[in-house]
């Protein structure tokens, strides 16, 4: 079993930036890719970005590249997601998602489908205000 607790979430102007965190805890870190999702009120929940556990595979949805980063750091067992000009468009609940699977690198299909993802967070609210 895997708990994961995300923060850094709050109220941000539209241009603003925010550092979600997630921490893991309850297995070894390095089993795991990690994403982030993200699901805004009356939409789907919907792919962020992904990492495998050596950041040999990274992936971002088109609407977040040049703008969003994903890391990690397996000493203390957390991913961040570091998120720069943000948009109105970027509110949204973020979910911090972690996913059995212990290759170097992960595919696009298996770091981007949410059904891949074996443990989740209990999301943490990004609202930008325009």
């Known amino acids: 079993q895997v708990q994961l607790g995300e923060s850094g979430g709050g109220l941000v102007q539209a241009g603003g930036s925010l550092r979600l965190s997630c921490a893991a805890s309850?297995?070894?870190?390095?089993?795991?890719?990690m994403g982030w999702f993200r699901q805004a009120p009356g939409k789907e929940r919907e792919f962020v970005a992904a990492?495998?556990?050596?950041?040999?595979?990274?992936y971002y949805t088109d609407s977040v590249k040049g703008r969003f980063t994903i890391s990690r750091d397996n000493h203390k067992n957390t991913v961040y997601l570091q998120m720069n000009s943000l948009k109105h468009e970027d509110t949204a609940v973020y979910y911090c998602a972690a996913q059995v699977n212990p290759n170097d690198y992960v595919t696009a299909m298996e770091g981007m489908a949410a059904a891949r993802y074996d443990y989740w967070g209990q999301g943490t609210q990004v609202t930008v205000s325009s």
């Open positions: 309850g297995r070894t870190f390095t089993e795991f890719a």
């Open positions: 990492i495998s556990w050596s950041s040999g595979s990274i």
